[in-house]
Nanobody, 116 residues
Framework: QVQLVESGGGLVQPGGSLRLSCIASGFSFRNWAMDWYRQSPGKGRELVATINSKGRATHYADFARDRFIISRDNAKNTVYLQMNSLKVEDTAVYYC?????????WGQGTQVIVSS
């Protein structure tokens, strides 16, 4: 079955960096675009970044542009989110998503807390 397993979250000070990873299994990872989403307390889930199947095209939410980098390694069935210059407002649960429309698949999420 499809599995998306995120890791790499944690507690970091403002201005710090974290690298999130998501290992995918159960589908042809190399053939699909992948997304990172996040959900902050009291807010809905929002798109952070998207990467196409070959990793050559990316799209970022305005808050992520210039600070976050999405990438992938199709040989490892893994998508990454490098987060730099983290802000307190980046505190959220970050989710990996296989976006196939009405049946999107989600990971369990990894918690990121940005606090001094």
């Amino acid at each position: 079955q499809v599995q998306l397993v995120e890791s790499g979250g944690g507690l970091v000070q403002p201005g710090g960096s974290l690298r999130l990873s998501c290992i995918a299994s159960g589908f042809s990872f190399r053939n699909w675009a992948m997304d990172w989403y996040r959900q902050s307390p009291g807010k809905g889930r929002e798109l952070v970044a998207t990467i196409n199947s070959k990793g050559r095209a990316t799209h970022y939410a305005d808050f992520a542009r210039d600070r976050f980098i999405i990438s992938r390694d199709n040989a490892k069935n893994t998508v990454y989110l490098q987060m730099n210059s983290l802000k307190v407002e980046d505190t959220a649960v970050y989710y990996c998503c296989w976006p196939i429309g009405s049946s999107n698949y989600w990971g369990q999420g990894t918690q990121v807390i940005v606090s001094s």
